[in-house]
């Protein structure tokens, strides 16, 4: 059963900076030299996670800490919350230093009756614009699931080392690496955590190990699904050279923290498809660039 919610929702509009201070602090976590960016260069596509950062009171957070991008997120009693999907389109690049404003906005809210119980689709717009032009830079949409408590025993019979099952996840099958192109990373707490800290994001199953394994029924620490996106499109545009204009990415299961993720990109008709394989080679994240 579906139901949307019809309840009109206000743009919520910020003047923010890109500032060359941030800039240098997001190459600086990718491990890229921050001394070769400069005011006046283009923002790397997609480096614009920090504009997107909700500025919403620790006493207005959710249960498990999340601030929502460039809007608060509702509880609507649904205390666990996952990354779905995204699509960006990129209309022109954003100059490192310029003043931007941004406006986010809640599009939807549908309600869901499932066999596991209610949930909700949550989905986010937001435009990023430099105050010296006209029309966006780029436009981006996140949908999000929000899904009820884990039963303690669900919890407790998750065995360390095994992942905790999403609704997006339970039909998707083994994805084995035999891309052309290939990189492993390892996502570890560090960059888990600059990453968090630089986009304000305070979810805490990417920061608080005992929430995300006794409460959330996590085997560990959670990689941002933002930060999954991220290393795709970084690997793209370093190791392969490609400038994306759009990209959707559909989010199918969570990646941890300290264990190898294997990205795979392969060319497609106009555009790249890229994938995110976790440590048992199950595809976690796919991505669908256009060029």
């Known amino acids: 059963m579906t139901e949307p919610d019809k309840t009109p929702t206000p743009d919520v509009t910020r003047d923010e900076s890109c500032t060359l201070a941030s800039v240098r602090r997001v190459a600086a976590m990718l491990d890229q030299d921050p001394d070769t960016l ?13 504009l997107l950062a909700a500025d919403t009171r620790r006493s207005a957070l959710r249960s498990d800490g999340f601030p ?9 009693g649904l205390p666990r919350l996952m990354l779905g999907s995204r699509t960006v389109s ?6 490192i230093g310029a003043a931007v404003q941004r406006s986010s906005r809640v599009r939807s809210v549908v309600h869901k009756t499932t066999a596991s119980g209610p949930m909700a689709v949550v989905t986010l717009d937001h435009e990023l614009r430099a105050l010296a032009h006209a029309e966006p830079a780029l436009v981006e949409s996140q949908t999000y699931l929000l899904l009820p408590a ?9 065995p360390a080392g095994t992942p905790a099952a999403t609704p997006a996840a339970t039909s998707v099958a083994t994805s084995v690496a035999t891309s052309a192109h290939q990189k492993t990373v390892v996502p570890d707490d560090t960059l888990i955590y600059q990453y968090s800290a630089l986009g304000f994001n305070s979810h ?29 499109t970084e690997f793209l545009r370093l190791d392969l050279g490609i400038v994306a204009r759009s990209l959707k990415a559909r989010h199918v299961a969570p990646l941890y923290c300290n264990r190898p993720v294997t990205l795979c990109a392969d060319p497609v008709d106009g555009g790249w498809r890229l994938k995110a394989l976790d440590d048992q080679q199950q595809l976690a994240v796919e991505l669908e660039v256009s060029l």
């Open 204 to 232: 805490r199953i990417h920061l608080d190990r005992q929430h995300a394994r006794e409460v959330e029924g996590f085997p560990d620490l959670v990689v941002n699904g933002g930060l999954s996106t991220l290393l795709l």
């Open 38 to 50: 400069a005011n006046g260069q283009p923002l790397p596509r997609g480096w614009h996670f920090f």
């Open 68 to 76: 929502g991008l460039g809007v608060p997120m509702p509880d609507l």
């Open 90 to 95: 990129f209309h022109q690049d954003l100059p």
């Open 150 to 158: 884990r039963a303690a025993s669900a919890v407790a019979a998750t």
